[in-house]
Structures are given as structure tokens and as C-alpha cells.
């Protein structure tokens, strides 16, 4: 079994910053990519940011230019920088990771328990 533990969510004011993180443990022959969703009430989950293992990044339009995504795969963890934040990245972000087991198996999704993050004045 892969887990995903992430943190650093919380309260901050339009403007600042957070960061952050998702360390994947368990058996782990090889990540393809980790990165985070977010979802705020009554809107559908949504991409943010991913990496892969090769460190090409992907952002959703609304994020470019204020987030950044980088990884460890050493640590099998991945941040994410989160500045200049707005009261419409309110939501609860979700790491996800695209891990192979096993050599011989095709890799499988795996969530995050989600961390809140609140942007308001």
C-alpha cells in the first residue's frame, strides 16, 4: 500500500504565501508524476499543478505565475509554493501521485487526505 501524507494548508490573507507538501511512503518502484487537485464547495475538483519525474510541470491558467511546483525523488515528496494567493484558492487541495508498485504493473492513482486552505481578509 502507497500513502500520501500532505500538510501545510491553513488561513492566510489575500497576498500571502503557503506551502505545500506530499511525501509519498510504502513500496514505490517508480513515480510518474505527483502533483495537487483542489476542490471548493460546489465546484468540481480541478488540477493545480503536477510534476513529473523528469520535472516537466503543469499548471491550471489561474495558478501560473504564482505557484510552483518542484519535487524530491529521493524523498518521493513534492511542494508546492502558493504565493499571491487569492480568495478564489480557497478550497481543499488534494495531493495525488501516479505511483507503479511493481516492476511489472501499471501505475494507480493515490490520494492525499486534503488540507484546507482559506484565503480571506
Known amino acids: 500500500q502507497v500513502q500520501l501524507v500532505e500538510s501545510g494548508g491553513g488561513w492566510v490573507q489575500p497576498g500571502g504565501s503557503l506551502r505545500l507538501s506530499c511525501a509519498a511512503s510504502g513500496t514505490i518502484f517508480n513515480i510518474n508524476h505527483m502533483g495537487w487537485y483542489r476542490q471548493a464547495p460546489g465546484k468540481d475538483r480541478e488540477l493545480v499543478a503536477r510534476i513529473t519525474n523528469d520535472g516537466i510541470t503543469t499548471y491550471a491558467d489561474s495558478v501560473k505565475g504564482r505557484f510552483t511546483i518542484s519535487g524530491d525523488n529521493a524523498k518521493s515528496t513534492a511542494y508546492l509554493q502558493m504565493n499571491s494567493l487569492r480568495p478564489e484558492d480557497t478550497a481543499v487541495y488534494y495531493c495525488?501521485?501516479?505511483?507503479?508498485?511493481?516492476?511489472?504493473?501499471?501505475?494507480?492513482?493515490?490520494w492525499g487526505q486534503g488540507t484546507q486552505v482559506t484565503v480571506s481578509s
Open positions: 495525488n501521485a501516479k505511483i507503479a508498485r511493481v516492476r511489472v504493473y501499471p501505475p494507480v492513482n493515490y
